[in-house]
């Protein structure tokens, strides 16, 4: 899907516009959420296992980074080597 262009050539409108169909589905002893999303004029439609890919499709959709939380999870390194702040010493 592409974002919808009106207006001179080059300039966006400023939104998007989508139809999103949310249902559950039983698979064994759970229960998960799918979702599609279609676009009204060229009714292309996308459709989503997890709500997870929903979101991401979304944020690639509008240039949106993820989110802070999920950023400082990817930065944080485990320490190795370096000695331990807690306990004091012996």
Do not use: C, N
Not at 41 to 49: D, Q
Not at 66 to 75: T, V
């Amino acid at each position: 899907m592409t974002r919808e262009q009106k207006g001179p050539p080059g300039e966006e409108l400023g939104y998007q516009s989508y139809l999103l169909r949310l249902w559950r589905e039983k698979g064994g002893a759970s229960i998960q959420w799918r979702a599609s999303l279609q676009d009204p004029h060229s009714s292309e439609r996308v459709g989503f296992a997890h709500l997870d890919e929903l979101v991401a499709f979304l944020r690639e959709q509008f240039g949106l980074s993820p989110p802070a939380e999920d950023l400082a999870k990817d930065e944080r390194a485990p320490e190795t080597g370096s000695p331990s702040t807690e306990g004091g010493s012996e």
